[in-house]
């Protein structure tokens, strides 16, 4: 199982740096294999990919290349859209582990609030991976089945600062509205909540 969430981490770095609306729920067919190797254990994962809204461009763009990186492996898999609301993305965790699923892949809502869905994947006894929201280290470490995937926010936060910084000397008469030579207000507004 180690070597599948491996792979299955592997995938998610690897939307994360490329990635840099549709149906609640998404199923590919699973593969088999007779033989009592590797890829007969790989086609038995039966992976739940929450995302915490359809509707959001770049999460949209993460769900294709994680269909597509999942459709290659040949892993069976469901989407779902928690449509930005914690209370429904925990209820499709539940449902998903009900239904058999034995690894989560969660693009949490409320990054304040992953220990619920950290707690149902505990109780199931099956691997939850959170990724692109940063989930809180005590979380993460408080079940060995759990992980984080994901870029450094503050890191990241620095790296936007420095393309505005670029940007405002690159346009800084199309910027200085009034044309005064200061900038007197800038307003940012990031989602509440995610780091």
């Known amino acids: 199982m180690k070597k599948f969430l491996a792979l299955i981490l592997a995938?998610?770095?690897?939307?994360?740096?490329?990635?840099?609306?549709?149906?609640?729920?998404?199923?590919?067919?699973?593969t088999t294999d007779d033989t009592a190797t590797e890829e007969t254990t790989e086609s038995a994962l039966n992976v739940g990919v929450?995302?915490?809204?359809?509707?959001?461009?770049?999460?949209?763009?993460?769900?294709?290349?994680?269909?597509?990186?999942?459709?290659?492996?040949?892993?069976?898999?469901?989407?779902?859209?928690?449509?930005?609301?914690?209370?429904?993305?925990?209820?499709?965790?539940?449902?998903?582990?009900?239904?058999g699923a034995n690894l989560l892949v969660v693009n949490i809502v409320e990054t304040s609030s992953p220990d619920s869905a950290q707690q149902a994947a505990k109780n199931a006894g099956i691997p939850i991976i959170f990724f692109n929201r940063e989930v809180s280290n005590d979380v993460v470490n408080s079940y060995e089945n759990c992980a984080f995937v994901g870029t450094d926010a503050a890191?990241?936060?620095?790296?936007?600062?420095?393309?505005?910084?670029?940007?405002?000397?690159?346009?800084?008469?199309?910027?200085?509205?009034?044309g005064d030579g200061t900038i007197s207000y800038v307003l940012f507004k990031g989602q509440e909540g995610n780091a």
């Open 11 to 30: 995938l998610v770095m690897s939307l994360s740096l490329v990635a840099c609306g549709g149906d609640d729920t998404t199923t590919t067919e699973e």
């Open 50 to 99: 929450f995302y915490y809204n359809f509707s959001d461009a770049y999460i949209t763009t993460v769900r294709n290349a994680m269909d597509s990186l999942l459709d290659a492996a040949g892993i069976t898999y469901n989407n779902y859209d928690g449509a930005g609301n914690q209370a429904t993305q925990l209820d499709q965790i539940n449902t998903a582990i009900t239904n």
């Open 155 to 178: 890191e990241a936060g620095h790296m936007q600062g420095e393309m505005i910084g670029t940007y405002l000397l690159e346009n800084y008469d199309a910027v200085d509205l009034n």
